[in-house]
């Protein structure tokens, strides 16, 4: 079946770098738009940044100028550089994208999530 599987979180101080890397795998036909949400304790889940399947780019306004989205069509895996880390910006990152499997529908994915934490 398909599943969407995250990588790339840790511990880092303010000011440091990550990349956040999630990879669509399994029996697929195509896939569409992928993005990355985040969810901190107490707050709601919101988009971070996406990409649709025609190179459209969407950030929040917090992390632009610091996180850059990208995409590897022929590894079916998207990217999130974030550079300039805040303590804002610790949360759980996931992984979204749609997908169409060979052998059934277009579905929305979930990937299962990668702690970023930010120290000050």
């Known amino acids: 079946q398909v599943q969407l599987v995250e990588s790339g979180g840790g511990l880092v101080q303010a000011g440091g770098s990550l990349r956040l890397s999630c990879a669509a795998t399994?029996?697929?036909?195509?896939?569409?738009?992928m993005g990355w949400y985040r969810q901190a304790p107490g707050k709601q889940r919101e988009l971070v940044a996406s990409?649709?399947?025609?190179?459209?780019?969407n950030y929040v306004d917090s992390v632009k100028g610091r996180f850059t989205i990208s995409r590897d069509n022929a590894k079916n895996t998207v990217y999130l550089q974030m550079n300039s880390l805040k303590p804002e910006d610790t949360a759980v990152y996931y992984c979204?994208?749609?997908?169409?499997?060979?052998?059934?529908?277009?579905?929305?994915?979930w990937g299962q999530g990668t702690q970023v934490t930010v120290s000050a």
């Open positions: 979204n994208a749609r997908i169409s499997p060979k052998s059934g529908r277009l579905e929305n994915y």
């Open positions: 399994g029996s697929i036909f195509s896939v569409n738009g």
């Open positions: 990409m649709g399947s025609g190179g459209i780019i």
